[in-house]
């Protein structure tokens, strides 16, 4: 079924325009039903609900989390519309199919103290005046990571406290950025960047050791190096979901929160309310005398 997933790869780039990043995404949880369904002796017009549910239950079984799951029986939703407009079948198998509630899965935030300390860690590299940088701008902004090491310099208006953001969808929105994370940025842009490019030109904000610009992996390796110095395990996405529980936490109205997370459905940033909740749950059966 190669030739499938390349033909399906294609229609979500040329038919629906979705970005690199998302399609091998789909890719990647794709795959691994494909090979399940062959595996079974079935074929992409073939297979039946059972067998996603199946596929799914292994998936579960392998301790996937609610939130892969999810994303999987979304990607898997997408093919079965793609098989219908190419007519390779006239059912829907994954018609109602029912999803893990994504809002129950609390995302990991860290307390600002712990966030303060991150910040801190002391880590051996050349480059930490911009990995600081990228750390503070991601705290302070809310961005997911491709959108961190895809930052260009043109999308920055520091001396309006905003940069430009190009998000999922190609959809763009202005974010803000604290005068803690301007200073760091300003400082890497003073100190390490013109050593790095060496009279050269990029556009891009973060660069690695040959003049371009980071990848997701190449981030996640610093991120971790920080998150072992300040003793905290971190995901990519750590620092975003502090951005978004610290400010409900604070007080901030939802639907600001969303446009600054760039979430096309405010029903994604929901799931904050839930973290603020459980933090006061917490404090309440911990200061509560008859708690």
């Given at each position: 079924?190669?030739?499938?997933?390349?033909?399906?790869?294609?229609?979500?780039?040329?038919?629906?325009?979705?970005?690199?990043?998302?399609?091998?995404?789909?890719?990647?949880?794709?795959?691994?039903?494909?090979?399940?369904?062959?595996?079974?002796?079935?074929?992409?017009s073939s297979?039946?609900?059972?067998?996603?549910?199946?596929?799914?239950?292994?998936?579960?079984?392998?301790?996937?989390?609610?939130?892969?799951?999810?994303?999987?029986?979304?990607?898997?939703?997408?093919?079965?519309?793609?098989?219908?407009?190419?007519?390779?079948?006239?059912?829907?198998?994954?018609?109602?199919?029912?999803?893990?509630?994504?809002?129950?899965?609390?995302?990991?935030?860290?307390?600002?103290?712990?966030?303060?300390?991150?910040?801190?860690?002391?880590?051996?590299?050349?480059?930490?005046?911009?990995?600081?940088?990228?750390?503070?701008?991601?705290?302070?902004?809310?961005?997911?990571?491709?959108?961190?090491?895809?930052?260009?310099?043109?999308?920055?208006?520091?001396?309006?406290?905003?940069?430009?953001?190009?998000?999922?969808?190609?959809?763009?929105?202005?974010?803000?950025?604290?005068?803690?994370?301007?200073?760091?940025?300003?400082?890497?842009?003073?100190?390490?960047?013109?050593?790095?490019?060496?009279?050269?030109?990029?556009?891009?904000?973060?660069?690695?050791?040959?003049?371009?610009?980071?990848?997701?992996?190449?981030?996640?390796?610093?991120?971790?190096?920080?998150?072992?110095?300040?003793?905290?395990?971190?995901?990519?996405?750590?620092?975003?979901?502090?951005?978004?529980?610290?400010?409900?936490?604070?007080?901030?109205?939802?639907?600001?929160?969303q446009k600054?997370?760039?979430?096309?459905?405010?029903?994604?940033?929901?799931?904050?309310?839930?973290?603020?909740?459980?933090?006061?749950?917490?404090?309440?059966?911990?200061?509560?005398?008859?708690?």
């Amino acid at each position: 079924m190669s030739d499938l997933l390349r033909k399906f790869k294609s229609y979500l780039s040329a038919e629906r325009g979705l970005a690199n990043n998302t399609v091998e995404a789909y890719e990647n949880d794709l795959r691994g039903l494909l090979l399940y369904l062959e595996a079974h002796n079935k074929t992409a017009s073939s297979f039946k609900k059972e067998d996603v549910i199946n596929y799914i239950e292994t998936l579960r079984r392998g301790k996937y989390s609610a939130n892969s799951i999810c994303r999987f029986i979304s990607s898997t939703r997408s093919l079965c519309k793609y098989l219908l407009i190419e007519k390779e079948r006239a059912d829907d198998p994954s018609e109602n199919l029912l999803t893990p509630k994504k809002w129950l899965i609390l995302p990991k935030a860290l307390s600002i103290e712990t966030v303060v300390e991150l910040l801190s860690a002391n880590v051996s590299s050349r480059f930490v005046l911009r990995d600081i940088a990228m750390l503070e701008l991601m705290y302070s902004s809310g961005l997911r990571v491709s959108e961190l090491v895809l930052t260009q310099m043109v999308n920055l208006q520091l001396d309006a406290g905003f940069m430009k953001v190009r998000g999922k969808g190609s959809k763009e929105r202005l974010v803000p950025v604290n005068d803690r994370a301007k200073k760091r940025i300003e400082i890497y842009l003073k100190k390490v960047r013109p050593s790095i490019l060496k009279k050269r030109v990029s556009p891009y904000l973060f660069l690695s050791n040959r003049g371009g610009p980071l990848t997701r992996q190449r981030f996640w390796q610093t991120i971790k190096a920080y998150g072992k110095a300040a003793g905290v395990d971190l995901t990519p996405h750590t620092l975003r979901h502090c951005f978004a529980t610290h400010l409900v936490e604070g007080g901030a109205d939802l639907r600001s929160v969303q446009k600054m997370l760039g979430h096309s459905c405010i029903s994604t940033t929901q799931v904050y309310i839930k973290v603020s909740t459980e933090l006061i749950r917490k404090e309440y059966n911990k200061y509560h005398p008859r708690a």
